[in-house]
C-alpha cells in the first residue's frame, strides 16, 4: 500500500468510528494479536468497520449459509460468522496451507456456537467439486481471495448461490491501480475482468461497487445480487 497524505485522517477516522460504533470484542482481539504473535501481517484483514459491514448485510438478508473465498487469518471469517444463527453455516475456503492453519487455530479458540469449516485448497477446484456435489446453495458469498482469479470465482460463486444471493467482492478499487493501463499485473487484470464479467451478466439483478478509505488505505468493494 502506498502512503497517501491523506492516509493519517483516514486511520484517525477509522479509529473514531470504531471507538463510537464498534464495540470491542476479546475474540476479534485475540485473533489480531494471535496473527500478528505467529508473525503474519495483519494488512490481508479486513478493517473492524468493514467486518460490521459485512455482518450487517447478512443480517438484513437473514442469511444462513455463507461462503467465503480467502480465509487468512480467519478475522473476517470471524465477523461473518457472527451474524449466523446457531443453524447456520460458514464455508471458508484457504489456498495457503499456512494460512489455512493459522485460520483454523484462531477459529477454534474464538468458540462461536456456529459450525464454521475451514478448507485448504485451490479455491476454483474446491467450488468445482461443491458444484459437482450439487452442494446446496449459500446466501452470502465473501469473495476476498487471489484477484487474479475473481473472474473465475465470480462465476463459480455464481452456479452456488440462488435467486437473491448476495455476492460481495474485496479489494475492487486498489486505491486506483485498476485505472492505470501500464499496470499489467494478473491481480489487476483479473479485477478488470471481473467488472467486464459484472457488466450485464444474465444472472445478476443489480450490481454496483463502492470505493472505501480508511486505515486500510485507498479501495473498495463490488456487490451483486442474484437474479
Ligand atoms: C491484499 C489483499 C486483500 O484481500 C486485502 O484486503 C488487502 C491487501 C493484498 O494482497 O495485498
Ligand atoms: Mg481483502
Not at 469449516?117 to 446446496?136: A, P
Not at 469473495?143 to 440462488?162: R, T
Request: proline residues 4%.
Amino acid at each position: 500500500m502506498t502512503t497517501q497524505p491523506s492516509q493519517t485522517l483516514w486511520t484517525a477516522l477509522d479509529q473514531y468510528i470504531e471507538q463510537h460504533l464498534i464495540e470491542p470484542q476479546a475474540i476479534l482481539e485475540q485473533t489480531l494479536h494471535n496473527t500478528q504473535q505467529l508473525g503474519f501481517s495483519n494488512h490481508l484483514a479486513v478493517a473492524p468497520n468493514q467486518g460490521m459491514f459485512l455482518k450487517m448485510l447478512i443480517q438484513m438478508n437473514r442469511c444462513q449459509r455463507v461462503l467465503e473465498l480467502g480465509t487468512f487469518a480467519g478475522y473476517s471469517t470471524l465477523w461473518l460468522a457472527q451474524a449466523l444463527p446457531k443453524n447456520g453455516y460458514l464455508l471458508t475456503i484457504e489456498g495457503r496451507d499456512s494460512h489455512a492453519q493459522l485460520a483454523q487455530q484462531n477459529i477454534q479458540q474464538a468458540q462461536l456456537p456456529v459450525q464454521i469449516d475451514v478448507r485448504h485448497g485451490r479455491g476454483c477446484d474446491i467450488l468445482q467439486e461443491l458444484i459437482t456435489q450439487q452442494c446446496q446453495a449459500f446466501d452470502f458469498i465473501f469473495v476476498d481471495a487471489d484477484k487474479q482469479s475473481y473472474p473465475e470465482y465470480l462465476e463459480l460463486s455464481l452456479q452456488l448461490s440462488h435467486s437473491g444471493t448476495v455476492i460481495v467482492l474485496d479489494n475492487v478499487i486498489r486505491a486506483g491501480d485498476i485505472l492505470d493501463e501500464n499496470n499489467q499485473k494478473p491481480s489487476i487484470t483479473g479485477i478488470r475482468t471481473m467488472y467486464q464479467r459484472l457488466q450485464q451478466h444474465p444472472q445478476i439483478l443489480s450490481c454496483t461497487a463502492l470505493q472505501t478509505v480508511g486505515v486500510k488505505g485507498h479501495d473498495g468493494l463490488a456487490i451483486a445480487i442474484v437474479k
